[in-house]
């Protein structure tokens, strides 16, 4: 079972992820969105850590609301709305309850991907951080490895695809050979879950 | 790449003590990021708040005063604003009379400034929101995010903020503000590419001797590139493709605007030729405005937008404004 110092490590272990590959986040999105993803991301989650280091929840799902609130109050752009929606929609799904199974956590992180597909109107093969949450979320029933598997195939799949939906659409075909930014850091949150369950 | 910073991290808050210093008609909320008219709230007066990824100034902070935003929300470089900070624009500016946000088609800025205006609404303050979109280089369609908001953000925010001004109730603020946008049509061009603070290099790798075509304001690569075109060329180029999409009937409001690289000297420059192909194509230009509005940090380009006046846009384009960036008739 999975309690409130597990989802504490995941969100630890999501940061320094993000801390390590904020520079090739940047990168990604320089070739087909503005250069700033791997940024915007370490702001959010600075903040976060900060957040739930003075005053650590004691619930899964009260890790992962607060998490999302301080994603949604600093982060701005796209992702701010998107992540924060996700992680807070999850966390609203678990309850409050102490410990919750791995399979718990895959039917809340579904109610997430769910509403950030209503938010951001994407589908999946529109080359968004839904190409690689679906089949993380759907692996996440069998194992933490299979889901981390699932996520960077996802994340590497978007490399052909045209992008459909944020700012990377403008690009039309010029979009086609680029790996999406979302998508690989979604690809991080859910390699995290991995690393917490060690 | 030499940038006159201290740090990358505080571009934007230095940016703001320095707008603060500069104006001290202002208030500058450096630590909540938020620039409201010092006067507001004026009583009965409708509150005009947008706001945006900081790097293209001086849209929008440069643009609170009398007669345009009571308040304008910058986000970090690039990056839209949070949803606290337009809430809180909003509660600094409203009056009782309501608030309209004027919101650029973004999916950050939209998604943002939605929850910024479920955030208001809650706290009493009645909201409406227009977008603007009105670069035509991106296709409008279900396979992209949708047409940019661009150059003719000055448009709407310049008329909203007049029809408040005059005392227009919220919902011919918000009427007027989205018939300025439906008849408001850009198309930009970049001659170099844009060096984000935060990344230090450029955003993408344009070689001598060639453009982008249809570029955005963020640093995104356009749609086309070519190699080198005269201002001539340019200029055929670019209001070729607003006016493929726009057929004005009456005189336009055009805006020649730099990207911030390019000199005064070059944009009035192609400002001649916007004007020679404008008339060549018999369309009578009402008004121009020439300068550095809506830019993309240190990239060197322009953009044109035209907007379809009529008596009333016209009337409350001339009205008295006072901004850092723009003042005239008062």
Not at chain 1, 64 to 79: D, F, H, W, Y
């Amino acid at each position: 079972m999975l309690d409130a110092d597990f989802f504490l490590r995941w969100m630890n272990a999501l940061t320094e992820a993000v801390n390590r590959e904020a520079g090739r986040l940047t990168e990604l999105d320089a070739a087909i969105g503005d250069a700033d993803h791997g940024t915007n991301l370490q702001r959010g989650f600075t903040a976060a850590k900060a957040a739930l280091e003075k005053d650590a929840p004691d619930t899964p799902g009260a890790v992962l609301m607060l998490t999302g609130r301080q994603l949604i109050s600093t982060v701005g752009g796209a992702s701010g709305p998107l992540y924060g929606t996700l992680l807070r929609r999850a966390g609203k799904a678990l309850g409050d309850e102490a410990e919750v199974s791995r399979e718990q956590l895959a039917e809340a992180l579904r109610a997430g991907i769910a509403a950030v597909a209503q938010l951001g109107g994407a589908k999946p093969g529109d080359k968004t951080m839904l190409d690689a949450l679906e089949p993380a979320a759907a692996a996440l029933d069998e194992s933490f490895t299979a889901a981390r598997e699932a996520a960077e195939e996802g994340a590497a799949a978007t490399v052909p695809m045209l992008a459909r939906k944020g700012r990377a659409s403008y690009l039309g075909e010029r979009s086609i050979g680029h790996q999406d930014p979302g998508a690989t850091s979604s690809a991080l949150l859910i390699g995290a879950l991995e690393e917490a369950a060690r | 790449m030499r940038m006159l910073i201290n740090v990358p991290e505080t571009v934007v808050a230095d940016g703001l003590r320095g707008l603060a210093a500069a104006h001290p008609d202002l208030n500058v909320d450096v630590e909540n990021r938020v620039v409201v008219r010092g006067d507001a709230p004026v009583a009965g007066k409708v509150g005009v708040v947008s706001g945006g990824g900081s790097g293209h100034e001086p849209l929008h902070g440069g643009f609170v005063g009398f007669g345009m935003l009571s308040a304008a929300c910058p986000g970090e470089v690039f990056t839209s604003p949070v949803p606290d900070q337009m809430a809180r624009a909003a509660a600094a500016v409203d009056s009782g009379a309501g608030v309209l946000f004027v919101v650029k088609n973004y999916t950050g800025d939209v998604l943002n400034f939605d929850m910024a205006q479920e955030l208001a609404q809650d706290e009493g303050v009645q909201v409406a929101k227009v977008l603007v979109n009105d670069d035509v280089a991106v296709q409008d369609s279900l396979y992209t995010a949708g047409r940019r908001g661009t150059g003719a953000t000055l448009f709407v925010e310049k008329i909203a903020g007049a029809a408040a001004e005059e005392g227009a109730p919220l919902e011919r603020v918000e009427a007027i503000a989205r018939r300025v946008n439906e008849r408001s049509r850009s198309f930009g061009v970049a001659l170099s590419a844009v060096t984000t603070p935060a990344k230090g290099s450029p955003t993408f790798d344009l070689p001598s001797g060639e453009l982008e075509l249809g570029i955005g304001i963020h640093g995104e690569p356009g749609r086309e590139r070519r190699p080198m075109m005269t201002s001539r060329e340019i200029a055929d180029f670019a209001v070729d493709a607003v006016l493929e999409d726009l057929q004005p009937s009456s005189p336009v409001l055009a805006l020649v605007n730099g990207m911030g690289a390019t000199p005064l000297l070059e944009l009035y420059g192609f400002n001649a030729e916007v004007h020679r192909v404008l008339a060549e194509r018999g369309v009578p230009v009402a008004r121009t405005l020439v300068g550095n509005y809506v830019t993309s940090l240190d990239m060197a380009g322009c953009s044109v937008t035209l907007c379809e006046a009529d008596e009333e846009i016209l009337r409350l384009w001339d009205a008295p404004v006072e901004t850092p960036a723009l003042r005239w008739g008062r």
